[in-house]
């Protein structure tokens, strides 16, 4: 069974960066193509950033282009996100997520992390 271990949330201002890690375990991790999901207070849960199984491909959000970078470590089954220039309008709980096929909507995910939660004040 597929398990994804979020860390790195916290406190930030507007303006700063946060890098986030995601460690895979129970599967192949080269067989699985890899994505951040955020869900912020009142709203649904949305698709953030995905990258493919050999790194070669990445995707975006359109509110995270240019701020956002995701990349993965295939020796430490690791998943990261790089966030910079944070906003407070990115305040969620981020969410790694795992699934076979490049998945751009976040319920179409098979698997997903605990959350980590990310607070951007103004």
């Known amino acids: 069974q597929v398990q994804l271990i979020e860390s790195g949330g916290g406190l930030v201002q507007a303006g700063e960066s946060l890098r986030l890690s995601c460690l895979f375990s129970?599967?192949?991790?080269?067989?699985?193509?890899m994505g951040w999901l955020r869900q912020a207070p009142g709203k649904e849960r949305e698709f953030v950033a995905a990258?493919?199984?050999?790194?070669?491909?990445?995707y975006y959000e359109d509110a995270v282009k240019g701020r956002f970078t995701i990349s993965r470590d295939m020796d430490k089954n690791m998943v990261y996100l790089e966030m910079n220039s944070l906003k407070p309008e990115d305040t969620a709980v981020y969410y790694c997520?795992?699934?076979?096929?490049?998945?751009?909507?976040?319920?179409?995910?098979?698997?997903w992390g605990q959350g980590t939660q990310v607070t951007v004040s103004s």
């Open positions: 129970g599967g192949s991790f080269s067989s699985y193509a």
């Open positions: 990258i493919s199984w050999s790194a070669g491909s990445t």
């Open positions: 997520a795992a699934d076979r096929l490049i998945r751009v909507e976040a319920d179409e995910f098979e698997y």
